[in-house]
């Protein structure tokens, strides 16, 4: 009997059709977002958004849509390929601990260092004792930041097998995007179950509170990058209201409270009115 697995309970038939409504939950959380990088600036507080998944998921589609309206002085994003020759003379955190973003900021890792228990595991790149220490090692790493001014969210982009298909073969056609399918995305297609075993201890070992998982149904991905960017807000939103910081409100909830102080206004000028005739009329 197979053991089911994490991955095997997303649902990955969410899905976003409507074009008009995709494009107005974006806008939502694009602004949403804005707004809270303004207030991580004047609070000090740095995020780190991590991104891992399977090839072809939507990582960076998702990612563009995330920075697309944000103030860019204050974001990176960062794409992590395989180490260079003279990154290899250190411990594999040090490349990472170089792209720390400053207080205030926003780092965003495309990959990240969760290859060392993924690639670099399913490849044969490290060792089993090395990948099998990491884990104790980047949970301290990410504690070590998070007990100071940062907060970090790691997504997990998920498609099915026969999607991930789908997806290369259209990249193979399109002169566009051809660029994006490589041989090595093809190899590492054929070790599907040993990546998702890999995936699978991953989030066993390193999903914690102060740094959770959040796994994305990317069939669809309309879907995937509003549920990415709406959690990215709701991640910001809980910190800041564990730490007593007052949130600012969303637009709508703004035109209302406009909406009803203007009616207050207009009930207290009334109200003098009405006052100062019936002081006429004593006289």
Known sequence: MVKE??????????TMKNKKKYEKKLRKYQLRLLTLQHVLVA??????????????????GAIKRAVANLDP???????????????KRYHYLQRFWRKIPQYGQIAIFDRSWYGRVLVERVEGFAKEEEWQRAYDEINCFEKLLTDDHYIIEKFWLHISNDEQLKRFRERQANPLKRW?????????????????????????????????WHIIPANSKWYARVAVIRQMVRAIENELTKREVALPLYPDKMKKTQTTKGKDDQADASAGKQEETSAERSH
């Open 43 to 60: 609070r000090g507080i740095a995020v780190i958004f991590v991104f891992e998944g399977w090839d072809a998921a939507g990582k960076g």
């Open 73 to 87: 002085r204050g974001v990176r994003v960062s794409s992590i390929a395989a180490p260079a020759p003279h990154e």
């Open 180 to 212: 994006k399918i490589t041989e090595e995305d093809w190899r590492n297609r054929a070790k599907w179950k040993d990546y998702q075993i890999a995936a699978e201890e991953m989030f066993a070992k390193t999903d914690n509170s102060f740094a959770p």
């Open 5 to 14: 697995t994490r991955l095997d309970h997303v649902d990955l038939t969410k």
